[in-house]
């Protein structure tokens, strides 16, 4: 099936009006992020609750990034970059990382870099998520960095250029990022490491248990009410992977016309690993709306 096709929306400048909040909470991070590195995070027992806000803020912008990346969110290339840049920013993981690692890999059904191992993916469990997650950080920082060098500065071919342009980006955020840690380590280490640490999980949860060969088996979708509210219908997964470039407001109803075909099992009300997926706030307070709800099967 090929990206639905969207009429635009009116917007001067915007592509949807409904993506307003996703571009000021873009435009706020990066000035969120400086906090702890220029104004400075306050001591004794403050600095715990401080540190938490300051990460608690930025810890969905890599999904928001990902957003950004399937369907830019304005008109104007130069905003889409320096929206994207300042993203990259706070997450370490570039626009040039995800496009290489997820739109041409992931979303093509190649997860070779950082796969599961089948002990992990085999059925849904906090060992299997955290292990999956945790050694995933520093796979997904440098397997797109290492194929952008080899393919922009060793291979050749028609779009090396456009790979060299791709280390470099990356290279340039992961510096940035290595700068900022080395102002306050103690703030920004676990800082990007959770935000990665988040992604890679919310990844695991797509995907775990799923049998790729099974008719549309090849993830998993969460109908929480909340969950869908907070994360732009993501937990319309199906729907995200075969419709990648539709706007998110459209899932709901892109799932609708698929969910029949859909293999039941893959289909649940609550996020399935236990663990607290970002916002966090917003999961413990989903987690208690679904109480007594029919969960998805082989739950762990
Ligand atoms: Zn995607």
């Known amino acids: 099936m090929t990206a639905a096709i969207r009429r635009p929306s009116p917007g001067l400048l915007l592509r949807h009006p409904a993506d ?17 590195a220029t104004i400075g995070l306050p001591g004794g027992w403050w600095w715990p ?7 608690f803020a930025l810890a969905d912008m890599n999904f928001l990034l990902h957003q950004h990346v399937h369907r830019a ?4 290339p130069a905003v889409n970059r320096a929206l994207e840049l300042a993203l990259s920013a706070v997450t370490a993981m570039s626009a040039a990382n995800w496009r ?34 945790a050694r995933g950080v520093p796979i997904v920082l440098l397997r797109p960095l290492i194929f952008a060098f080899v393919r922009g500065f060793r291979s050749g071919g028609p779009d090396a250029a456009w790979h060299r342009g791709a280390f470099v980006e990356q290279a340039g955020v992961l510096a940035f990022a290595a700068g900022l840690i080395a102002t306050a380590p103690e ?10 640490f988040f992604t890679r999980l919310t990844d695991y949860e797509n995907h775990v248990a799923c049998d790729p ?7 998993n979708n969460t109908l929480d009410p909340l969950y869908n509210r907070v994360r732009q219908n ?24 698929l969910a ?4 039941p099992e893959r289909i649940g009300h609550a996020r399935w690993t236990g663990f607290k997926t970002p916002p966090l706030a917003a999961r413990l307070l989903s987690a208690a709306l679904t109480r007594g709800r029919p969960r998805r099967a082989g739950c762990a």
């Open 100 to 133: 290489i690692g997820h739109l041409r890999r992931h979303h093509r059904g190649d997860d070779s870099w950082g796969g599961g191992f089948a002990w992990e993916m085999r059925r849904a469990t906090r060992w299997g998520a955290f292990s999956y997650a």
């Open 73 to 76: 969110w304005t008109r104007a």
């Open 49 to 55: 609750p401080a540190a938490f806000a300051v990460w």
């Open 234 to 257: 993501f937990g319309h997964h199906t729907a995200h992977h075969l419709y990648p470039g539709a706007h998110w407001t459209r899932l709901p109803e892109l799932h609708a016309g």
């Open 213 to 219: 060969a099974a008719p549309l088996g090849f993830a």
């Open 260 to 263: 029949a075909s859909i293999p």
């Open 187 to 196: 703030f920004y280490l676990p800082c990007y490491f959770l935000v990665l």
């Open 20 to 36: 307003r909040a996703c571009v000021a909470r873009a435009v706020l991070a990066l000035p969120i992020l400086a906090i702890p």
